[in-house]
């Protein structure tokens, strides 16, 4: 919402500058996004809050100044001059749906002369970035952004039957709004209309049918008040926003659209001449009811921390516009005034007292707290898992959870992904079943700008139509060590993305079991594994990689988290070994296709005590063996807990190793 300076003048004194002026309205909770001097005006745009309509004009922005400064709000002053013609002699309006229409005011000008506005009403509007368009069509504009009430309005003579009816839209009905536009309305929707069709969208939208053109000569003038959740549903289904819908889904005042009606007449009568038929037409079946809130004096303190003064408190009401219609011992009830419709409550006032005393006058205390806390379910797992992920050097992403249903089926077909009903945008429609596209859209990111050499992880939730689980997905590419002056540059390979896979399982105490199931088509076929349904990791396949422009290779890991942390087994504490271990290595021959997890799996199952550990530490493919072999060597550590081991009887345990290992692989030990 961008206000100016000098035209906030013309509502209340001011006296201080632009730049003063911006803190104290931050002070109060309006926030300035930019300011930017003009010539000699200053342009504030302000970050104005859902629940503060109020505040989208100039007008309410001058009575928080007022409030600020203690200083008197300035109204309007202007003329009527009106002829002895009634208005309702020549047109009638009706609403048929006052739940949805409050209030509706017509002025009816006969006689006006279209052209451009005269310069002082153009440079204003420019200077707000409104694009000016014709007299009639800126006064309307510019009543608005000074009293913040939205108006149209229509060429008469082309509105059938000489009247308005408020109603809902017909099935099936249709109308070409201002640009140019067809909408197809359904019967959810509010219009405005004449005798035989709709001419406006109802706070949203005129119609091009009824515009103001050069030809005009009698206006028929809009000024009324619309449900805002009406306003809201029906600007979101045909995807249209304005100035007027923007106003009028927060919640425009009820009281203005007569006062509107009649500056915005008296302007026009000004700049495009005219006659104003005698008194407003206004259309008013069920008045405001005075809305009271009551404040208790110890609330003030149990709230805000510290007491405030009973004639802080009067002067605040009071300035603001609220009509202090009881006070007693116990604290005070105002009405509320008709322009802030965000006030209902205790606590809405008592936000009313800290803002305009000043919240820095209040300590900042902690409440205090007589409760207890407890981690998250599985928080103390995902903390130790996100201290080992950085460790190993992988940093956290952390994206949205929307994505594209043709994406997601891409990387998971079968799953059936959960659609928002109200998307924010096309590519986010959906949640996400998956967490690779959106780690692999990051990856894309860094490197179209220049940041190759990637470790990320992201933990978070993926979701499908009646469930949700959490994962997480580890992803690597580039170096995984920069070339230097000791060491050449070494790429990011699969068995770096094994390496980090098994550290993880084994800070879990979960084994490393791999499965026959297949991978997904968007790994690669010979560069990846599957551990059951805990991990799946490997190289992506290349040619989705090709989809998202990448060239260098990329790993990733996919883990069920959940099934993570229930298959941890607790770390038991060893007392340290007494007695030494010895170790054996043993050669093997073996036939090509046998794997080491056969070969281990042959010598646990001699079932040996004494067997304290196994594992490889050399291959080689070729040498004086026969082709058909490879050589393996493993080694064997034995150690007893009540006894030193001898060398017999280590002979003995190496024996039975090897009947095994030939028995059930036919190996052969190496000579």
């Known amino acids: 919402m961008k206000v100016g300076y000098r035209w906030l003048q013309e509502f209340v004194d001011i006296p201080e500058t632009p730049q003063q002026l911006a803190d104290r309205f931050t002070n109060v909770g309006l926030a300035v996004d930019a300011l930017e001097i003009a010539g000699s005006d200053a342009i504030f745009e302000l970050d104005v809050a859902t629940n503060r309509p109020d505040c989208l004009s100039h007008l309410g922005v001058a009575r928080e100044i007022a409030a600020i400064y203690g200083s008197e709000l300035r109204t309007p002053k202007f003329q009527l001059r009106e002829a002895e013609h009634r208005a309702a002699d020549v047109f009638s309006i009706s609403i048929s749906d006052p739940d949805l229409c409050a209030r509706y005011c017509g002025r009816y000008i006969a006689g006006v002369k279209i052209g451009p506005s005269p310069d002082w009403l153009k440079a204003r509007l420019e200077l707000l970035g409104v694009r000016p368009i014709n007299n009639v069509a800126d006064v309307t504009n510019y009543v608005m952004l000074g009293l913040g009430q939205p108006l149209h309005a229509f060429d008469a003579d082309t509105l059938a039957g000489q009247q308005i009816i408020v109603r809902r839209a017909d099935l099936d009905e249709k109308m070409t709004t201002l640009d140019e536009v067809e909408r197809q309305l359904d019967p959810s929707m509010l219009v405005i209309a004449d005798a035989k069709r709709a001419v406006a969208v109802a706070g949203v939208m005129g119609g091009a049918e009824t515009e103001i053109s050069s030809a005009t000569k009698n206006v028929l003038l809009e000024s009324a008040n619309f449900d805002p959740l009406s306003i809201r549903k029906t600007s979101r289904a045909l995807g249209l926003t304005t100035e007027a819908s923007y106003r009028f889904e927060r919640g425009a005042d009820v009281e203005m659209a007569r006062f509107a009606c009649d500056r915005a007449a008296a302007l026009i009568e000004e700049v495009a001449g005219g006659t104003i038929f ?343 493919e070729s040498g004086s063996f026969p082709e058909s072999k490879y050589a393996l060597a493993i080694s064997l550590t034995y150690q007893s807990e009540d006894r030193t081991l001898t060398d017999d009887e280590v002979d003995v345990f190496d024996r039975r190793i090897l009947e095994s290992l030939t028995e059930r692989l036919g190996a052969e030990l190496r000579q």
């Open 278 to 620: 005698r008194d407003v037409i206004d259309v008013y079946p069920r008045r405001r009811t005075p809305v009271t809130a009551t404040l208790r004096r110890q609330k003030i303190q149990g709230f805000l921390g510290v007491p405030v003064e009973d004639a802080i408190v009067e002067g605040i009401f009071q300035r603001l516009g609220f009509n202090i219609t009881k006070h007693s011992h116990d604290g005070w009830t105002v009405e509320v005034p008709s322009h802030r419709v965000d006030i209902s409550r205790e606590e809405d006032l008592l936000d009313e007292i800290a803002r305009h005393h000043g919240f820095d006058r209040f300590p900042s205390t902690l409440p205090k707290w007589s409760g207890f806390g407890s981690h998250l379910p599985f928080e103390s797992d995902e903390r130790f898992l996100r201290s080992r992920l950085a460790a190993a050097g992988y940093s956290e992403t952390i994206p949205m959870a929307f994505s594209d249903e043709s994406t997601e089926r891409k990387f998971r077909p079968q799953i059936e992904p959960v659609k928002l009903i109200n998307p924010m945008a096309e590519n986010e429609a959906v949640l996400r079943t998956s967490l690779t596209p959106s780690m692999l859209r990051t990856i894309q990111w860094n490197t179209y700008h220049g940041i190759r050499d990637l470790q990320l992880y992201e933990l978070g939730k993926v979701y499908w139509d009646g469930g949700e689980t959490r994962s997480l997905i580890i992803a690597a590419t580039g170096s995984l060590r920069p070339k230097s002056v000791h060491e050449a540059e070494r790429e990011f390979g699969f068995y770096d993305i094994k390496g980090d896979v098994e550290d993880l399982l084994r800070s879990f105490n979960v084994a490393m079991q791999s499965a026959v199931n297949s991978v997904p088509a968007y790994y690669h076929p010979g560069r990846s594994v599957r551990l059951g349904d805990l991990v799946v990791f490997g190289e992506l396949h290349p040619d989705y990689a090709r989809d998202y422009k990448m060239r260098n290779r990329i790993y990733i890991a996919e883990f069920d988290v959940q099934l993570l942390f229930e298959s941890r087994m607790r770390g038991s504490i060893e007392a340290v070994p007494r007695f030494p271990s010895i170790r054996r290595d043993l050669s093997l021959l073996l036939s090509k296709g046998i794997k080491y997890a056969e070969v281990e799996q042959a010598v646990r199952s001699v079932a040996i005590p004494e067997l304290a550990g196994v594992e490889p530490f050399d291959r080689l």
